[in-house]
């Protein structure tokens, strides 16, 4: 092995950090025989059984082995040593959707072509019986073509987390994407949920804010319980439509 030059299991050498998580970081890595690209997530296995983690890490590698789909990131395989996981990712060349939409509102017809590839590959999670939980323009990135992969199903779940009244239970997801039932904590249908940040989605692509915001977090999640939001006057007739329709008001 070359001086300074990482190679994990002599398969993969490692290279930049591309991004950081809660509990991971993601490096850029090339196969050494192919010279293939790959993004690999290096997981700390202590701090994960720390922090009582380590099911839902479990859960991340089956469901990401269940949703094979052009808009979903693919996991090509799991490694561990005695004190890491290594997840072995496609690797997905253009950022985070939300570098792009931090530097303003997308054209309609882009908005149009990412929401699409969204809704077909959270349509299959759904017919496989997974829910994201935790979809956000953070969680969304662009390939080199420009099309959409879901990534980070970190908090997601499958129908195994479903109580005995079929609703998921655990409160997760990111405020301002999060809808009002998970927010009431008495249960929701997480497909629906998935849907509702979805919209939240496509309101920010088209807007270049988010539609519910308020310093004061309670003020906000009131304005999720009413779905009280406005559409900016460039939202032509169809996204106007917009229905945030909560089963709670
Ligand atoms: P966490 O579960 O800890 O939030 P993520 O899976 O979201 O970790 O990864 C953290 C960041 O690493 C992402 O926001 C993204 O910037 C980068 N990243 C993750 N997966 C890939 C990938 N397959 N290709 C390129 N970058 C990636
Ligand atoms: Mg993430």
């Given at each position: 092995m ?8 002599g398969k ?10 809660t509990f991971?970081?993601v ?5 050494i025989v ?8 290096v ?6 059984k720390?922090?009582?983690?380590m099911e839902?890490i ?7 082995r269940l949703?094979r789909?052009?808009?979903?990131v ?5 490694m561990?040593?005695?004190?890491k ?5 496609e ?6 959707l ?8 997308l054209?309609e017809?882009l908005?149009?072509?990412y929401?699409?590839q969204?809704i077909?590959?959270i349509?299959?999670?759904?017919s496989?019986g997974v829910?994201?939980?935790d979809l956000?323009?953070e ?6 073509n ?7 199903f970190g ?5 195994e987390?479903?109580?005995n ?19 009431r904590?008495k249960?929701?249908?997480g497909?629906k949920a998935d849907i ?6 496509l309101y920010?692509l ?8 308020d ?8 304005k999720?319980?009413?779905?009280q939001f406005?559409c900016?006057p460039?939202?032509s007739?169809e ?7 909560t089963s709670?008001s």
């Amino acid at each position: 092995m070359e001086e300074g030059r990482h190679v994990l299991f002599g398969k993969y050498e490692m290279g930049r950090l591309l991004g950081k998580g809660t509990f991971a970081k993601v490096y850029y890595g090339k196969h050494i025989v192919s010279g293939e690209s790959v993004a690999i997530k290096v997981v700390n296995k202590d701090q994960v059984k720390r922090e009582g983690m380590m099911e839902q890490i479990q859960r991340e590698i089956s469901v990401m082995r269940l949703v094979r789909h052009p808009n979903i990131v693919e996991l090509k395989e799991v490694m561990a040593t005695k004190t890491k996981i290594f997840f072995v990712m496609e690797y997905v060349k253009g950022g985070e959707l939300f570098a792009k939409v931090a530097r303003g509102k997308l054209k309609e017809d882009l908005a149009r072509k990412y929401f699409q590839q969204l809704i077909s590959a959270i349509d299959f999670c759904h017919s496989r019986g997974v829910s994201h939980r935790d979809l956000k323009p953070e969680n969304l990135l662009l390939d080199e073509n420009e099309d959409l992969k879901i990534s980070d199903f970190g908090l997601s779940a499958l129908p195994e987390q479903l109580r005995n009244d079929g609703l998921l239970h655990t409160q997760c997801g990111t405020p301002s994407y999060v809808a009002p039932e998970v927010l009431r904590k008495k249960g929701y249908d997480g497909s629906k949920a998935d849907i509702w940040s979805c919209g939240v989605i496509l309101y920010v692509l088209l807007a270049g804010f988010l539609p519910f915001q308020d310093e004061n977090l309670m003020k906000m999640y009131r304005k999720i319980f009413k779905a009280q939001f406005e559409c900016p006057p460039w939202f032509s007739a169809e996204p106007k439509r917009l229905d945030f329709q909560t089963s709670c008001s």
